[in-house]
């Protein structure tokens, strides 16, 4: 027979604390302070409980990260999934699950970090990690090569908590299941790889000279590279360089 003091399912320790004294009238300090404590774990194992629920409700049915960005001229034609894309399309998901994401970035020994926390409303979060150095490629100043790989830190680290990826990203088959060796990249898929890279790379750079209204022609800026027929990365990364800002820029529509 049940009890009228037992705990029941779900009841919190300060609920049935609360019972004791009404029932009582008094409670020892000590016992009191021991079902605070209790209390504080009871809480913390339910919100556990609601993050893990929340998440697997989130990844029952994941968004779907469209890849917004195409670039296609001559030989070269490639579609990936932009970073602000990314972070909108999951933060809004997560979002209807109570669940919010934020980073907190720090410097050490050269290295930038990005931490990447996911939190519920019932105050239960888990953080996942990464670092890498300074993205140095182009002209980019101290600054913007921190802000660059800020960005994509920013990104991966949110992909990973979330156990998600985009389309553009390669894992050698390991979320698929295709354990057989990936075919080695042509000249023309490097090439391709190396050019979106570049693109994000100068927008980031350059993000705060576009005007309002307009927006980065990546078709352009591709357009451009290839008709200088590089051969080398040097070469191309000379033609980025002298770029004319204003051939690569179009009217928001």
Same mark, same amino acid.
């Given at each position: ?6 705990? =029941? ?12 004294? =009404?029932?009582?009238?008094?409670? $020892? ?9 209790? =209390? ?32 296609? *001229? ?33 410097q050490d020994n050269g290295s930038v970090k990005v931490a990447c926390k996911i939190t519920h409303v019932m105050g239960h979060s888990e953080t996942t990690c990464l670092s890498a150095p300074p993205d140095a490629t ?5 600054? =913007? ?6 960005? *994509?830190?920013?990104? *991966?680290t949110l992909l990973a908590l979330t156990g998600l990826a985009t389309h553009d990203q390669d894992d050698d088959g390991a979320g698929s299941g295709d354990r057989t060796t990936p075919k080695p990249q042509t000249k023309?898929?490097?090439?391709? $790889? ?7 790379? *100068? ?51």
């Open positions: 027979m049940e009890t009228k003091n037992e705990i =029941q399912k779900n009841e919190s320790p300060l609920m049935a604390a609360a019972a004791l004294v =009404q029932k009582d009238g008094n409670m $020892e300090v000590g016992k009191l302070k021991e079902l605070l404590d209790l =209390q504080e774990r009871w809480e913390a194992n339910e919100a556990k409980k609601a993050y893990v629920q929340a998440m697997s409700a989130f990844k029952a049915s994941p968004p779907e990260i469209l890849k917004d960005k195409k670039v296609s *001229y001559k030989d070269v034609r490639y579609s990936h999934s932009s970073l602000h894309n990314v972070t909108t399309c999951l933060n809004k998901a997560l979002s209807e699950h109570g669940l919010t994401a934020s980073w907190v970035t720090s182009g002209s980019k100043n101290v600054i =913007q090569a921190i802000g660059s790989t800020v960005t *994509y830190l920013q990104r *991966y023309e898929e490097k090439r391709s $790889e190396f050019i979106g890279q570049e693109f994000f790379n *100068y927008t980031t750079e350059h993000n705060d000279e576009l005007a309002e209204g307009f927006e980065w022609d990546e078709e352009a800026f591709t357009r451009i590279i290839l008709e200088g027929d590089p051969g080398t990365v040097g070469e191309m990364r000379k033609i980025i360089k002298n770029m004319p800002q204003k051939l690569i820029i179009k009217e928001n529509k």
